[in-house]
């Protein structure tokens, strides 16, 4: 049994090693910068291109969209969603840690940013919400298309 519970701690600690990896935890060398040094946050919403269809009787109580940030920060970003269609909701969006995020030699980018949804019953039709992150400073925006249809 001994060997069950070691086997187990071993993939939550595995488990829990990528996690952090998926989710873009800042290296140590991410870190703010010094007192009096200049900063060089250039960073990027990416959330363009997603497009949630639903189910216009039932809608879709649990999901999801991104909400990720590339390029490099100093102070952490929040994310989150707006103009949902009449009562729908977010149950949140991200805080984003001060860090860097660059796409991989194969293109890819880390999803460090998360919008839990609500989406309620609706006409059939097309709604265009909009995702933001801001880091206090600057405010940056992608849409969110959402289609109500019957064969989703």
Known sequence: MKTSHQGAGLLVGLASALALTVVGAAPASAAAPAPGSASASTW????????????????????????????????????????????????????????????????????????DLRIAPAPAGEYVAEVWATDGTETQTDPLLIVFRDDC
């Not at 102070?75 to 991989?104: D, F, H, K």
């Open 44 to 115: 990027t919403l990416e959330a363009e291109g997603q497009r949630i269809c639903v189910d216009p009787e039932h809608g879709w109580p649990w999901t999801y969209a991104f909400s990720p940030v590339s390029g490099t920060w100093s102070t952490p970003i929040q994310t989150g969603v707006r103009n949902l269609p009449p009562g729908s909701s977010s149950a949140g969006g991200s805080t984003i840690p001060p860090g860097t995020n660059e796409r991989r030699p194969d293109g890819a980018l880390v999803i460090n940013g998360f919008l």
